[in-house]
Each structure stands twice: as structure tokens, then as C-alpha cells.
């Protein structure tokens, strides 16, 4: 698929008459924004008619306007990370593909391929990139690389919609909210009510228990493999019989949710694709958790542009996992996370503040060398198939980072309303001939004895 770049340009905010903001004004990242110092990359495929080039920028020009942040830069002030709003602009890259979208669809899970269709974020100083490719059949295909920083999954989709509405001539909804402060004051004093050492954060290397490094599950490794990544669809008749084999053993009253059976299956799936089952190793779950709809004392608006995730770290040994139930698996999911509600957020910034990570010398969990066996994000929720630039809703939304072994994506529900859900599973090769095996059985067979 040869991807011909026809122009880059930086396109800045365009504001109404009388309505200019000032600029070169510094805000602090939160103490959720600080801990994320990379890029996410999305693509996105509609088919014709497409909006013009001049349509887009326009419409992108507005959309920064709305959203500032997204046309700022990342600095350093009083000794930490912020960001600048001096309207410096977002990158705006035109291309063109001279094949059918059609007959390049099956590469676009070729890593390779689909990160040509959106712009790279190294040494990139826009906080906001995106590219626009055109494909012979006239469908268009916009990527975007976004700096995580700035903010999450959520409040990436929202800048985006309004990048849509505005190029529509629609207003733009949600309302974007801006504050950075209000919302994640601390207490005083600080009251750190639960454990954030080897959650959010760890000791640093060196000084972990040997006993603990022993029980990781080992990684499905080879000289020779490469991380594969496979697109799976689950119908509509099979996550029902997923709900339905759950809640066979559930033990209270309250049904399990789509997401806790879908992630409970894809759990034991994996676990069992690399080979540890019989094993005492432990496996865990590393589920991030949106904090707009947790948090209560203020409650933070959906508007709100930065980020807003924890995470729950759900974990059994490998025997316990597949020996079990559906259910005991989905049970393990829900507790752990429903733990990670408005107390819990407010205490992470408590701890923050308390000045323990620097006396203490912690390091956030992200850096640590070791990485959980599963990684689950779930953008069921984030509304990307809203994204609408005047030709009708995307018909494919596909997540394009770097594969990384055990990264699972829960995508949002397709256009088609079929009831099916899609998942992107990142694996080993080795592994991943395994768990395409596995993945559609409902039946765990006996675990080694």
C-alpha cells in the first residue's frame, strides 16, 4: 500500500470576532496527566462523500478554538510538566493511496501498514497530528496521534467529534470544560485512606522481594517472535451465552455486564494461549478505570478535557483462573474494580500530595520493568463511531499503536448495531495460534493435575 504525502502544514485555532483568548498562559498538569508521556494513534475509514481539504482545516481550525490544549505545548514550569496555550497549532498532513480502501482493509492490521496512515509522534513537538488520505475509491481514511498527556481516550474522542461538527457547521457537544484544577484539589491535611505502593506506584528495581518475582507468570518469548495483533468478532449469541454460563455460578443476585464476561473470557483465554495453566504462576489484569462517571465530591463533567484513569489490577493464579468458573473469573473483575471508586481517586491525590513518592523514591508502575500479563482497554463506551465530517459516520474505528504482547482493546460497538462485540488482541505469534483456538470455546478443557 504506497501512502504518497502531498502536503504538511500546522493549523492553528480560528476564533470568532472579539473572542481571541490570551495566550502563552500555563497550565499545570494534574496528577492524573502527569504520569502519561507518550502518544495514541487512532484511525479512522469513511467511505465517500468526503469533505474537501479546505472543509477539513477549516473545521479543524475551529475545533481548536474550542479545544485549546490540543494546539499548546508540553513545557517544564516550577519543576514540572504543563501545558502552554500559545496556540502554536496542530499538524495537518493531505495524502493519497492509489488503491480501494477495499483492497487495503485486510492490511490495516498489519502494524506496519496502518501507522502509515496516521502521522508519527517522535520528535514531534504538536501535541495534536493528523493525516488525511484519500484512496482511489474516493473513501477517506483520518489518522490522528495525540499526546496522552493532554488527555485520555474519552477526551481524545471528544476533541475529535468536535472536529466533525465544527467541518459540519454544527455546535459543538459536549461543551468542553477546561479546568484543570478544581476537580483534583487534596485535602488538607491529606488523607491517604488506601494503598497506592504497588499499585500505582513501586519501589524501585532492586528491592523487590525475590519470592515475588518468582510467582510472575514467565512471558511467552522467543528469539525469533514477533507480537502479532488479531481482530476478533464475538456475536450478539455469544456474549449472551457468556452472561448466561457467568451468572450459572454467580454469587450474588446482581448479573454480571457484558464487559465483566467479555474481559473475564479474553483473561482465561490468554492466560491459557500461553501455556500456564495447571501453573501456581500468578497472572494479572491491569483494567484502566474512567474516572468521570466515580468520582462525586465534585463530580467531574464528561466535558472534561484532561485525563481521568486509574487502574484496577484483578489477579488469580493461573490454576485458580481456568479451573474456575466463567463466573469466579467475572467476580474477581467486578470487585476489583468497583474498588476503585470516588474514595480511592480522592486518596490517590492525597497520596500525591503527601509528598511520599519523592521521599520515598517510588516510581509510577508504568516504568516498571515488569508488565502485567494483560492490559485491557475498554473504549465500549468512548463514542468514536460518532466522529461525522459531513459524508455519514466511519464505518471502521481501529486503535493503531505499537503491538505490545498482552494489550487487549475492547472497540466500540460497530455502526451495524448487531450486537457483536470486537476486541484487538496483541500476542506472541506462538501464543496467538493457541488463543485463536480457544477464543469462540466456552468450554476450559480439565486442568492439569
Same mark, same amino acid.
Given at each position: 500500500?504506497?501512502?504518497?504525502?502531498?502536503?504538511?502544514?500546522?493549523?492553528?485555532?480560528?476564533?470568532?470576532?472579539?473572542?481571541?483568548?490570551?495566550?502563552?498562559?500555563?497550565?499545570?498538569?494534574?496528577?492524573?496527566?502527569?504520569?502519561?508521556?507518550?502518544?495514541?494513534?487512532?484511525?479512522?475509514?469513511?467511505?465517500?462523500?468526503?469533505?474537501?481539504?479546505?472543509?477539513?482545516?477549516?473545521?479543524?481550525?475551529?475545533?481548536?478554538?474550542?479545544?485549546?490544549?490540543?494546539?499548546?505545548?508540553?513545557?517544564?514550569?516550577?519543576?514540572?510538566?504543563?501545558?502552554?496555550?500559545?496556540?502554536?497549532?496542530?499538524?495537518?498532513?493531505?495524502?493519497?493511496?492509489?488503491?480501494?480502501?477495499?483492497?487495503?482493509?485486510?492490511?490495516?492490521?498489519?502494524?506496519?501498514?496502518?501507522?502509515?496512515?496516521?502521522?508519527?509522534?517522535?520528535?514531534?513537538?504538536?501535541?495534536?497530528?493528523?493525516?488525511?488520505?484519500?484512496?482511489?475509491?474516493?473513501?477517506?481514511?483520518?489518522?490522528?496521534?495525540?499526546?496522552?498527556?493532554?488527555?485520555?481516550?474519552?477526551?481524545?474522542?471528544?476533541?475529535?467529534?468536535?472536529?466533525?461538527?465544527?467541518?459540519?457547521?454544527?455546535?459543538?457537544?459536549?461543551?468542553?470544560?477546561?479546568?484543570?484544577?478544581?476537580?483534583?484539589?487534596?485535602?488538607?491535611?491529606?488523607?491517604?485512606?488506601?494503598?497506592?505502593?504497588?499499585?500505582?506506584?513501586?519501589?524501585?528495581?532492586?528491592?523487590?522481594?525475590?519470592?515475588?518475582?518468582?510467582?510472575?507468570?514467565?512471558?511467552?518469548?522467543?528469539?525469533?517472535?514477533?507480537?502479532?495483533?488479531?481482530?476478533?468478532?464475538?456475536?450478539?449469541?455469544?456474549?449472551?451465552?457468556?452472561?448466561?454460563?457467568?451468572?450459572?455460578?454467580?454469587?450474588?443476585?446482581?448479573?454480571?455486564?457484558?464487559?465483566?464476561?467479555?474481559?473475564?473470557?479474553?483473561?482465561?483465554?490468554?492466560?491459557?494461549?500461553?501455556?500456564?495453566?495447571?501453573?501456581?504462576?500468578?497472572?494479572?489484569?491491569?483494567?484502566?478505570?474512567?474516572?468521570?462517571?466515580?468520582?462525586?465530591?465534585?463530580?467531574?463533567?464528561?466535558?472534561?478535557?484532561?485525563?481521568?484513569?486509574?487502574?484496577?489490577?484483578?489477579?488469580?493464579?493461573?490454576? #485458580?483462573?481456568?479451573?474456575? +468458573?466463567?463466573?469466579? $473469573? @467475572? &467476580?474477581?473483575?467486578?470487585? =476489583? *474494580?468497583?474498588?476503585?471508586?470516588?474514595?480511592?481517586?480522592?486518596?490517590?491525590?492525597?497520596?500525591?500530595?503527601?509528598?511520599?513518592?519523592? #521521599?520515598?523514591?517510588?516510581? +509510577?508502575?508504568?516504568? $516498571? @520493568? &515488569?508488565?502485567?500479563?494483560? =492490559? *485491557?482497554?475498554?473504549?465500549?463506551?468512548?463514542?468514536?463511531?460518532?466522529?461525522?465530517?459531513?459524508?455519514?459516520?466511519?464505518?471502521?474505528?481501529?486503535?493503531?499503536?505499537? +503491538?505490545?504482547?498482552? $494489550?487487549?482493546?475492547?472497540?466500540?460497538?460497530?455502526?451495524?448495531?448487531?450486537?457483536?462485540?470486537?476486541?484487538?488482541?496483541?500476542?506472541?505469534?506462538?501464543?496467538?495460534?493457541?488463543?485463536?483456538?480457544?477464543?469462540?470455546?466456552?468450554?476450559?478443557?480439565?486442568?492439569?493435575?
Amino acid at each position: 500500500m504506497e501512502i504518497v504525502v502531498q502536503s504538511s502544514k500546522v493549523i492553528k485555532p480560528a476564533y470568532g470576532e472579539g473572542s481571541t483568548p490570551a495566550v502563552d498562559v500555563v497550565v499545570p498538569l494534574t496528577v492524573f496527566d502527569e504520569v502519561h508521556d507518550e502518544y495514541m494513534s487512532s484511525i479512522h475509514a469513511f467511505h465517500p462523500p468526503s469533505p474537501t481539504p479546505a472543509a477539513l482545516e477549516a473545521g479543524l481550525a475551529r475545533a481548536l478554538a474550542e479545544y485549546r490544549e490540543w494546539a499548546g505545548r508540553l513545557v517544564a514550569a516550577a519543576g514540572r510538566r504543563a501545558l502552554l496555550l500559545n496556540d502554536a497549532g496542530a499538524r495537518f498532513v493531505e495524502a493519497t493511496a492509489g488503491i480501494a480502501l477495499e483492497a487495503a482493509a485486510p492490511l490495516l492490521l498489519q502494524p506496519a501498514a496502518a501507522r502509515r496512515l496516521h502521522p508519527s509522534g517522535e520528535g514531534a513537538e504538536e501535541l495534536m497530528l493528523v493525516q488525511v488520505t484519500r484512496f482511489a475509491c474516493g473513501s477517506l481514511v483520518v489518522g490522528h496521534t495525540m499526546h496522552h498527556a493532554v488527555g485520555d481516550g474519552f477526551a481524545m474522542c471528544q476533541c475529535l467529534l468536535a472536529w466533525g461538527q465544527c467541518t459540519r457547521g454544527a455546535a459543538v457537544d459536549p461543551v468542553p470544560v477546561h479546568d484543570r484544577e478544581s476537580f483534583f484539589l487534596p485535602r488538607h491535611p491529606p488523607r491517604v485512606e488506601l494503598d497506592h505502593r504497588g499499585t500505582e506506584f513501586k519501589v524501585p528495581d532492586g528491592n523487590d522481594d525475590d519470592d515475588d518475582k518468582k510467582k510472575k507468570s514467565p512471558p511467552c518469548t522467543a528469539d525469533n517472535e514477533v507480537v502479532v495483533t488479531h481482530k476478533v468478532r464475538f456475536s450478539r449469541e455469544f456474549i449472551s451465552d457468556l452472561k448466561s454460563r457467568a451468572s450459572a455460578a454467580a454469587t450474588t443476585l446482581r448479573p454480571y455486564t457484558t464487559m465483566q464476561c467479555l474481559v473475564a473470557h479474553l483473561w482465561r483465554c490468554v492466560t491459557r494461549a500461553r501455556g500456564l495453566d495447571g501453573g501456581e504462576a500468578t497472572t494479572t489484569l491491569h483494567m484502566a478505570v474512567n474516572g468521570r462517571a466515580r468520582m462525586k465530591s465534585p463530580r467531574v463533567p464528561q466535558g472534561y478535557t484532561g485525563n481521568v484513569v486509574l487502574w484496577a489490577h484483578p489477579a488469580a493464579t493461573a490454576r #485458580e483462573l481456568l479451573a474456575g +468458573p466463567l463466573g469466579r $473469573a @467475572a &467476580e474477581v473483575i467486578r470487585r =476489583e *474494580v468497583a474498588r476503585v471508586d470516588d474514595a480511592y481517586f480522592r486518596s490517590f491525590i492525597d497520596f500525591i500530595a503527601s509528598g511520599a513518592v519523592e #521521599e520515598e523514591g517510588l516510581e +509510577p508502575m508504568s516504568d $516498571a @520493568a &515488569e508488565s502485567p500479563d494483560v =492490559e *485491557v482497554y475498554c473504549l465500549y463506551r468512548v463514542p468514536f463511531y460518532d466522529l461525522d465530517f459531513g459524508g455519514g459516520r466511519q464505518f471502521l474505528y481501529m486503535p493503531s499503536n505499537q +503491538p505490545v504482547d498482552g $494489550a487487549v482493546y475492547i472497540l466500540p460497538p460497530c455502526p451495524q448495531g448487531d450486537g457483536s462485540v470486537e476486541a484487538l488482541v496483541s500476542l506472541y505469534s506462538r501464543a496467538m495460534d493457541a488463543f485463536k483456538d480457544c477464543c469462540f470455546s466456552l468450554v476450559v478443557p480439565d486442568i492439569l493435575v
